[in-house]
């Protein structure tokens, strides 16, 4: 058994689980060995985070393992989410963001339904460039939070009010319309950056 390479894997793992994080009995049934040797490779790959010094740490919460920061270096971290970024948005962003402004107030597991993927980094960031905000909460299991877009989307966009986004093509199919939309979203973000 390659112990390097289920770390390898098991690393993968634990980086798209993000929040949630992941168990380790559902790694276990992934990777195809006991829940044991899970257990013992988690405690090495904490160890190893820790010997290298890396940024990242191994940390288990509520029986799930997850990737965090290091506390000690919130400060640069706070920096980085507070420092004001002109940078264009990522294509997953602004894909992220058409879905919200048309269909709004929407849930993050219906914007994930539309998109195929998970979209929890777009929302961060679409959050924190305080494009789209938490409009309240959906009836049902959970109360998941529904987004809506912001004052600042308007702003970014050039837009009087949400009646002023852009029609989506007459012949938009289901499967490629978040695409369609983004791209409309990136025509105006070009133009309103120049």
């Known amino acids: 058994m390659d ?4 770390k390898s894997v098991i690393e993968g793992l634990l980086f798209i689980s993000g929040d949630e994080g992941i168990d380790a009995k559902q790694i276990a049934e992934i990777i195809e060995v006991s829940e044991e040797v899970v257990v013992d490779l988690l405690e090495d790959m ?4 820790y010997r290298s010094k890396r940024g990242i740490q191994l940390v288990e919460v509520a029986k799930a393992y997850q990737l965090t920061t290091l506390p000690e ?15 264009s948005l990522s294509q997953a962003a602004l894909e992220t ?39 309240g909460r959906a009836e049902g299991i959970g109360r998941p939070i529904l987004y809506g877009t912001t004052k600042d989307f308007l702003e970014y966009f050039g837009l009087k ?11 938009f199919s289901f499967d490629q319309q978040d695409e369609d ?3 409309l979203f990136r025509g105006k973000e070009s133009a309103g950056n120049d």
């Open 97 to 135: 963001l058409a879905i919200i402004a048309y269909r709004q107030p929407i849930t993050r597991s219906e914007v994930e339904e539309i998109r195929g993927v998970k979209c929890e980094k777009a929302l961060h960031t679409l959050t924190s460039k305080l494009l789209i905000k938490e409009m």
């Open 161 to 171: 009010g949400i009646a002023d986004l852009p029609e989506p093509p007459v012949d």
């Open 46 to 49: 904490k160890a190893d985070f």
């Open 3 to 6: 112990y390097d390479k289920l």
């Open 73 to 87: 270096h919130m400060m640069y971290f706070e920096k980085l989410a507070t420092s004001p970024t002109h940078s």
């Open 181 to 183: 939309m983004a791209q």
